[in-house]
């Protein structure tokens, strides 16, 4: 998320949201781009993304072929919390609770055979009826209260679009103390993108961190709201 992702979300959402017309014809990447400027409040770097992905047209693999991912991209977000690092740490280790600040994010299932491994799954309802896709995250072994990390397992893509697209992910949140009340949360997720896409791949880059970083100060808001709540208990 493992996170994002975070993640390891944020690249099968911005795939996922741009697929609703796989079984019958092609459709335009510009679509994932529009669809998220409203969350960013417009802005020049999204308009520059959509009016050069208006120009890239991605075609439905055929006879079972997946989609083929030739270049990573890496999007950062950072923010303060008003909270105790340790807090921060504690709520990103609970993977259960990240859709509270993700809403792309449908669920975060740890795995009860091995606690090593997580299952995402984004969910969306496009064009009459509902996508879902969802992907297997290994949870690597964390820094006690500086890095969490994760990275995607090849092959475990499963849902509406699980043989037909697999994007390959990997991230971490680190987290840096400043004072006793006080701490800095930065989430980064790496993704690959698909081949058909390369040539406009950097310009994915500031939708997604607007993306990311909305999440992140849902992330603060949700961490001083179970501070609180906490304290008052």
Request: with cysteine; aromatic share 8%; charged share 20%.
């Given at each position: ?8 979300a944020?690249p ?9 017309r796989?079984?019958t014809?092609?459709?335009r ?22 009016a050069?992905?208006?120009r ?5 693999p055929q ?7 030739a270049?990573?991209?890496?999007s950062?977000a950072?923010?303060d ?5 340790e ?8 993977r ?7 809403p792309?994010i ?5 795995q ?13 309802f496009?064009f ?12 690597l072994?964390p820094?006690r209260n500086?890095?969490?990390h ?5 092959g ?6 699980g ?8 991230g ?9 009340q006080r ?15 390369a040539p406009?791949a950097?310009?994915l ?18 961490a ?5 709540n906490?304290?008052?208990?």
């Amino acid at each position: 998320m493992g996170a994002s992702a975070a993640v390891a979300a944020a690249p099968a959402m911005t795939a996922r949201q741009s697929s609703h017309r796989l079984a019958t014809t092609s459709m335009r990447p510009s679509q994932v781009v529009l669809q998220h400027r409203s969350r960013l409040r417009g802005g020049p770097a999204a308009a520059t993304a959509a009016a050069a992905l208006c120009r890239c047209r991605l075609r439905a693999p055929q006879n079972g072929s997946r989609w083929t991912c030739a270049q990573w991209l890496e999007s950062s977000a950072a923010i303060d919390c008003d909270v105790p690092l340790e807090l921060a740490f504690g709520l990103w280790e609970d993977r259960g609770r990240i859709p509270q600040w993700m809403p792309w994010i449908t669920s975060v299932v740890v795995q009860e055979d091995d606690p090593r491994m997580s299952r995402w799954t984004l969910s969306t309802f496009q064009f009459g009826r509902q996508w879902e896709f969802s992907w297997l995250a290994q949870n690597l072994t964390p820094l006690r209260n500086q890095k969490i990390h994760w990275r995607s397992v090849p092959g475990s893509t499963a849902g509406s679009l699980g043989g037909a697209l697999e994007v390959q992910n990997r991230g971490q949140i680190r987290f840096l103390k400043k004072g006793p009340q006080r701490c800095q949360v930065k989430l980064t997720i790496s993704y690959e993108v698909p081949s058909a896409m390369a040539p406009f791949a950097s310009l994915l880059n500031p939708v997604v961190e607007g993306i990311l970083q909305a999440d992140m100060v849902r992330f603060k808001d949700y961490a001083a709201e179970h501070m609180a709540n906490t304290k008052a208990a």
